[in-house]
């Protein structure tokens, strides 16, 4: 199960929250995507702002699954 680490708002007491506990945010439905299936919804209590587990993530960006094993042994090796 995901526990989102702080709250995305830089406005918002909750983002320096270091802490792994359920006490800031609420589960705030769900929706699916094609690449990653279900993908989780999230509210901050203390700003309102909505955020999902993807949020998070470094393949949100490049908007499909990147094999970062391969980048980090091509970086390792010197190599292009």
């Not at 955020?51 to 490049?62: A, C, G, H, P, Y």
Request: charged share 20%; aromatic share 18%.
């Amino acid at each position: 199960m995901f526990h989102p680490p702080f709250c995305p708002n830089k406005e918002c007491r909750n983002h320096y929250l270091s802490t792994k506990t359920a006490a800031w945010y609420v589960r705030n439905g769900s929706y699916s995507s094609r690449l990653f299936g279900r993908i989780q919804r999230f509210r901050c209590f203390h700003c309102g702002v909505g955020f999902s587990s993807q949020t998070f993530s470094l393949d949100i960006f490049v908007k499909k699954k990147v094999p970062y094993w391969r980048i980090f042994s091509h970086l390792i090796t010197s190599s292009g």
